[in-house]
C-alpha cells in the first residue's frame, strides 16, 4: 500500500507545486489523477518516488517511509516502484531486451550492471514479459525503429521487470494517437490486474481516465480536491478539479476538506521552532 501525507513540495522557485496532498492507494485499484496543467500531478509521482525531493510530509510503500531513506536505501527501495513515462525513457540505440533488462539492474552487483551481465532467470523473465505487452519476437529491434506505442510497451515493460509492488505512470499516452492510447491504458489495467498491484497514472485525458480507472484522484493548484469512485465524476466534481469551484450549493463527499490535508503555517512554523529547520 501507498501511503501519502501531507505531501508539500515548493520549488526552489517558491513555486508552491503541492500544498500537502494525502491519500492511499492498495490493491489492483486504477487510479488516475487528473487536473488542469500546472496543478501539480507530475511533481506528485515525483515527490512519490522521490526523483524531487519533497518539502515536506511522508510517502511510506508497504510500511517503509520512503521519505526517511537516504540516496543508498531509496535506491534500493525504488525497484518496488515501477515507472512509465511520457516520452518513454529508452536508450534509442539499446534492443528491446536491453532496454527492458534495465529494468532488472537494481538486482544485479555493480560489476554485473557495468558489464549488463543478468541471470538467465532475469532474461527469461524479460522474455515472458515481452510476450504479454504484445512485443514477443521483437526482443532485437532497436528502441529507435519502434513506433511510439510500441515504444511505449518497451517502457511498460521495463518497469514490469522490475517485479514492483506499485506502477507509476506519468501521462503514458500523452504523445500517442488515440487507439494507441486506448491500447496502452487497457495494458496498464491487465498489469494490475494479473499482478496484483495498483495502478497510478496522471492524464489529462479525462475520458482516458472515467473508462479505465476505478478511482479519481482530483488536484486544483497542487491541493487534492476530488478523491473518489469515477463512477462520481460527475460535472460539478469536474468544475471543482478545473475551476477550482463546485456549481453553486453542489456538494459531495468525494470533495477533500483541505482543512483535513493541509498543515497550516501556525503548525509549520511551531514545528520548525521545534527541529530548528
Ligand atoms: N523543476 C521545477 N522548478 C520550478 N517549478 C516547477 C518545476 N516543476 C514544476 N514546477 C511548477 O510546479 C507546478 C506544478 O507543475 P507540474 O508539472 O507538477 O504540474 P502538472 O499537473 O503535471 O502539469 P502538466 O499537466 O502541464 O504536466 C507548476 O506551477 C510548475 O510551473
Redesign the pocket.
Given at each position: 500500500m501507498l501511503e501519502v501525507t501531507n505531501l508539500r513540495k515548493v520549488?526552489p522557485?517558491g513555486?508552491e507545486?503541492l500544498t500537502g496532498v494525502s491519500t492511499a492507494i492498495e490493491g489492483n485499484e486504477i487510479v488516475a489523477m487528473i487536473?488542469p496543467?500546472?496543478?501539480?500531478?507530475?511533481?506528485f509521482i515525483r515527490c512519490v518516488n522521490k526523483l524531487t525531493e519533497p518539502t515536506d510530509g511522508e510517502v511510506s510503500l508497504n510500511g517503509t517511509e520512503l521519505t526517511a531513506l537516504d540516496s543508498r536505501e531509496m535506491k534500493a527501495a525504488r525497484r518496488n516502484i515501477g515507472m512509465v513515462f511520457q516520452e518513454y525513457n529508452l536508450v534509442e540505440r539499446h534492443t528491446v531486451m536491453e532496454n527492458v533488462l534495465s529494468g532488472r539492474l537494481g538486482y544485479v552487483s555493480n560489476w554485473a550492471a557495468l558489464r549488463r551481465k543478468f541471470p538467465q532467470e532475469d532474461v527469461e523473465l524479460a522474455y515472458d514479459i515481452l510476450e504479454t505487452v504484445g512485443l514477443g519476437g521483437m526482443e532485437n529491434k532497436r528502441a529507435d525503429e519502434l513506433s511510439g506505442g510500441q515504444r511505449q510497451r518497451v517502457g511498460i515493460a521495463r518497469a514490469v521487470v522490475q517485479e514492483p509492488t506499485i506502477l507509476l505512470a506519468d501521462?503514458p499516452t500523452s504523445s500517442l494517437d488515440p487507439e494507441t492510447s486506448h491500447a496502452v491504458m487497457e495494458l496498464l489495467t491487465e498489469i494490475a490486474a494479473e499482478r496484483n498491484i495498483p495502478v497510478l497514472i496522471?492524464i489529462?485525458e479525462v475520458h482516458l481516465a472515467v473508462e479505465y480507472a476505478d478511482r479519481i484522484l482530483g488536484?486544483h493548484d497542487?491541493t487534492l480536491v476530488f478523491d473518489g469512485p469515477t463512477t462520481d465524476l460527475d460535472e460539478n466534481a469536474k468544475d471543482v478539479i478545473y475551476r477550482g469551484e463546485a456549481i453553486a450549493g453542489e456538494s459531495s463527499s468525494n470533495f477533500v476538506d483541505e482543512s483535513d490535508t493541509v498543515t497550516d503555517d501556525a503548525e509549520r512554523t511551531e514545528r520548525s521552532a521545534i527541529t530548528g529547520d
Open positions: 520549488y522557485t513555486d507545486a487536473g496543467s500546472g496543478a501539480g500531478k507530475s511533481t501521462e496522471n489529462h488536484l497542487g
